[in-house]
């Protein structure tokens, strides 16, 4: 879960965590205006909020079935370029993946429209893998500023260009214009090893100039030679904090938000979905999707059918004969379009298949 350091969030820290490792039955799938505000506010002060119990747990093991032979075409395809033995995989928008209780969830779309607006858009459905033999992630954001030269002399101007990136490099960090929502198609907890997400909190209005010693502090190896670290660079570094998740729980966060991934030690993929919201106006055609006409046509369902239409009404819509129902393993947004995107703070490598990380389609 994620634990501040500060010691006004311990309270809520112990039972954030408690209720992720405490047997349970699912919650009721409706939550209050009252909760919905809440865990929207968490979001703007933290960067990111857990909703429990959203999601049915038997949805999601019939995606986790059906991604088997996506994970497996995708490993074949090229190597992964998310670190080693991690993969990121977009599996053709139909179902079980298609689900409109799933990403029109009346929890899902309450908060969303909270920080981004009612007029929000889904814009990507993706999985990350990571399997046994993966490692520590770089510490990164998914996004680089959204307005990088707003503090820039005009074109023409005789200005000191390394003042001008200075200047750009503090500009304020505006609030929330993309989410990624997050659920695992396998429970992630301590006794799974299997790789949790670790994030950084209230790490996701900072600005170029002020991540730049949380970076640095992340990429610090302190383990191995701690001589070398300052209190400082262990105070930051414990500001990561892993995200435990039941199979049916939600992460919600701002895209710009410091995390990583950890390493999978379990014999089992570790599926981790993540879902795209974006302000209407915004768009990132590496991660677009492609939506099936007569899937689409189907949305007509009631207040559920006109809120999936409406998150959908921008993205591209294909005949059902050109609709290409088989993944063939390809991806856009591998690692030099997502070092782009998160304005340089990822900085990961392809690296060769490796032969013990195989998956049976």
Avoid at 234 to 258: C, K
Avoid at 287 to 308: E, I, M, N, T
Wanted: one cysteine or more.
């Amino acid at each position: 879960m994620f634990c501040r350091a500060a010691a006004r969030r311990s309270c809520c820290c112990i039972a954030l965590l408690l209720a992720a490792l405490l047997p349970r039955t699912v919650l009721a799938q409706q939550f209050s205006e009252a909760e919905l505000d809440a865990f929207a506010e968490e979001v703007r002060r933290d960067g990111f909020t857990l909703i429990p119990s959203v999601l049915p747990p038997a949805k999601l093991r019939a995606m986790r079935a059906a991604f088997r032979p996506v994970l497996a075409k995708r490993m074949l395809s090229s190597p992964s370029d998310r670190g080693p033995a991690r993969y990121y995989a977009t599996p053709p928008f139909v179902p079980p993946f298609w689900d409109p209780d799933v990403f029109a969830h009346p929890a899902i779309v309450g908060v969303v429209a909270r920080l981004v607006g009612a007029d929000a858009v889904l814009c990507q459905f993706a999985v990350d893998t990571p399997l046994n033999g993966s490692a520590l992630q770089d510490v990164h954001r998914d996004a680089a500023p959204l307005f990088p030269e707003q503090h820039r002399h005009p074109a023409g101007a005789a200005a000191d260009a390394a003042a001008a990136d200075a200047a750009t490099a503090a500009a304020d960090e505006p609030p929330a214009a993309q989410l990624a929502v997050n659920f695992p198609l396998v429970d992630v907890l301590p006794a799974t090893g299997n790789g949790p997400t670790e994030v950084a909190a209230a790490t996701h209005r900072l600005t170029l100039a002020q991540a730049k010693p949380y970076l640095e502090a992340f990429a610090a190896d302190c383990f191995t030679t701690p001589a070398d670290c300052s209190a400082e660079t262990m105070r930051l570094q414990q500001l990561l904090q892993p995200v435990y998740m039941r199979l049916g729980d939600v992460l919600l966060r701002d895209v710009r938000g410091l995390h990583r991934g950890t390493p999978n030690h379990s014999a089992e993929p570790r599926e981790m979905v993540v879902m795209g919201y974006s302000r209407a106006w915004l768009r990132r055609p590496e991660v677009a999707l492609r939506v099936k006409q007569s899937l689409y046509d189907g949305l007509r369902g009631g207040s559920s059918g006109a809120v999936a239409r409406a998150l959908l009404r921008f993205e591209e819509r294909v005949p059902d004969a050109a609709f290409e129902h088989e993944y063939d393993g390809r991806e856009s947004y591998d690692a030099a379009v997502l070092g782009a995107a998160s304005g340089g703070s990822y900085r990961g490598v392809s690296v060769s298949v490796s032969a013990d990380s195989t998956v049976e389609a």
